[in-house]
């Protein structure tokens, strides 16, 4: 069965640059979400789309930016890089709001 | 404020002895209840959903309860392949599809 799909898998960045993570849902699914994961720490809620359209806003950065295309895959755009966002990235997706399915993650290093 | 509780942090078992992890919830509105299995690195894996008090699902060695104020992840005769980080998660109103995780539990399940 399909799942979500991540790229990149590992991305190392400097401080003050730019990051873009991508995610495509599984087919069929109306709702993206993403989530960040620090060392240790449970997921945390950054944004969510249903239908394409901004549903819910956790706790995501104004230097954080989301976005969801015609064709459903959505990117988390990261601007100014600071070491504190080092971590893991997760998307998921889910059908009518049902069980979400997480994908592999993207691990961030900022150096 | 919506929270999430999981006890305990940490629990290690030997293979074959049965237990069970908490996750106690204060929320506004229970729409659904989720658990989800980690490995690190990994993203999290789907493994229940619940709904209503009363509700109950079970996947090999595992079994998921529910009550108006928590649930319980019951693991019989565990397998040292069952180690990892069980997260519970809830959605916690109609309003929203957003995931709200608790802490996790850190399993390991000794040979």
């Known amino acids: 069965a399909a799942g979500v799909i991540q790229s990149p898998r590992h991305l190392i960045k400097e401080k003050r640059e730019t990051a873009t993570l991508k995610c495509y849902p599984i087919?069929?699914?109306?709702?993206v979400y993403w989530y960040q994961q620090g060392p240790g720490q449970d997921p945390q809620f950054l944004i969510s789309f249903y239908e394409k359209m901004q549903s819910d806003k956790g706790s995501i950065p104004d230097r954080f930016s989301a976005q969801q295309f015609s064709d459903y895959h959505s990117e988390l755009n990261m601007s100014s890089l600071e070491l504190g966002d080092s971590a893991l990235y997760f998307c998921?997706?889910?059908?009518?709001?049902?069980?979400?399915?997480f994908g592999q993650g993207t691990r961030l290093t900022v150096v | 404020e919506d929270q999430v509780t999981q006890s305990p942090e940490a629990l290690r078992l030997q293979e074959g002895e049965s237990s069970s992890l908490n996750c106690s919830y204060t929320v506004s509105g229970l729409r659904g209840l989720f658990w989800y299995r980690q490995d690190p690195g990994k993203g999290p894996e789907f493994l229940f959903t619940l709904y209503s008090a009363g509700e109950e699902k079970e996947k090999e060695r595992l079994k998921a309860t529910l009550t108006k104020k928590e649930s319980f992840l019951h693991i019989t005769a565990p397998k040292p392949e069952d180690s990892a980080t069980y997260l519970c998660a809830v959605q916690a109103s109609l309003a929203t599809n957003k995931l709200i995780f608790g802490t996790g539990t850190l399993l390991a399940v000794q040979p």
């Open positions: 087919p069929r699914h109306d709702t």
């Open positions: 998921a997706s889910s059908s009518s709001g049902a069980e979400a399915f």
